[in-house]
């Protein structure tokens, strides 16, 4: 009787995390849905815990941030190490990390990072730059590898370096997509040395090269991915890279002004067309 309650709860915190991905990303939802089974769990399990994290330091502007993050990473540690925690999102993430032996130093540089914007508002150097998108992007690219590698560290260690492109290219595009709301909400601008009051064609382009070289190196680890993660990888690689294009295409008035987005049409014609090339073996 114990063992089911156990059972139940788990698949209970699990569901928390899954309505948390859906509520919160329609891109990684979608991408999730054509992963196989048994990658579905684990991956909305990171997800929860990524997406409150961030919540922190990006929404819960009423109270005092520095002490939530705190509790937090607290919080995580110990549920990791009881191996239980009465909050859904951790324990949901304790069952994932514990299973495939996350990294902690993972966790560790990801918090840290999360913690970064609770005090950076500019980033003048590339290698505070680097450290942010490494430690709030790359490493759950990695943290997610692990899922997928299944404790193979041959794998692992081959599929790392296009992990963290891929996670790379997708945090850069969120910069640009959120680059007015970032500013004007948050005070924030990720990009080093870029003032946007002389953002211009020149500056966009050049960060623009800069995410291709990221996609272009990602693309080459998802088609070495198993192919029961492949899929769900490449439906996100592809929603990013059509938004990717459509940032490319706006002016700059439209993406200091505008939130670029991918129509809902243009979703489940990404969504389909995946469906369609995994069918008959072609990614």
Do not use: W
Request: with cysteine.
């Amino acid at each position: 009787m114990e063992k089911d309650s156990i059972a139940l709860y788990n698949q209970t915190c699990m569901q928390c995390s899954e309505l948390i991905t859906k509520n919160y990303s329609t891109s990684f939802s979608l991408g999730i849905r054509v992963f196989d089974k048994e990658f579905r769990n684990p991956i909305y399990g990171i997800y929860g815990f990524v997406r409150f994290a961030d919540e922190i330091v990006d929404t819960f502007h009423q109270h005092n941030k520095k002490e939530l993050l705190d509790d937090f990473r607290m919080e995580t540690f110990k549920a990791i190490e009881q191996k239980i925690s009465l909050n859904p999102a951790l324990h949901s993430f304790q069952l994932v990390v514990n299973e495939f032996e996350i990294e902690h130093q993972l966790i560790i540089d990801f918090l840290d990072s999360m913690e970064m914007d609770l005090y950076k508002t500019t980033y003048e150097s590339k290698e505070m730059y680097n450290k942010y998108i490494y430690g709030s992007a790359e490493v759950v690219g990695l943290m997610c590898l692990q899922i997928f590698s299944k404790r193979d560290k041959n794998l692992f260690d081959q599929l790392a370096p296009y992990a963290k492109s891929l996670g790379a290219a997708f945090q850069k595009i969120n910069f640009l997509r959120d680059m007015n709301s970032d500013k004007e909400e948050r005070g924030r601008v990720y990009f080093p040395g870029i003032d946007l009051t002389h953002f211009d064609e020149s500056t966009k382009q050049e960060i623009l090269k800069d995410i291709q070289q990221d996609f272009d190196e990602a693309l080459i680890g998802i088609k070495l991915l198993p192919k029961g993660a492949r899929r769900g990888v490449y439906l996100a690689y592809v929603y990013y890279l059509n938004l990717f294009n459509n940032i490319r295409k706006a002016s700059i008035e439209k993406i200091l002004q505008e939130r670029i987005r991918v129509s809902d049409k243009r979703k489940a014609y990404l969504l389909m067309n995946t469906m369609v090339k995994n069918q008959f073996n072609l990614l």
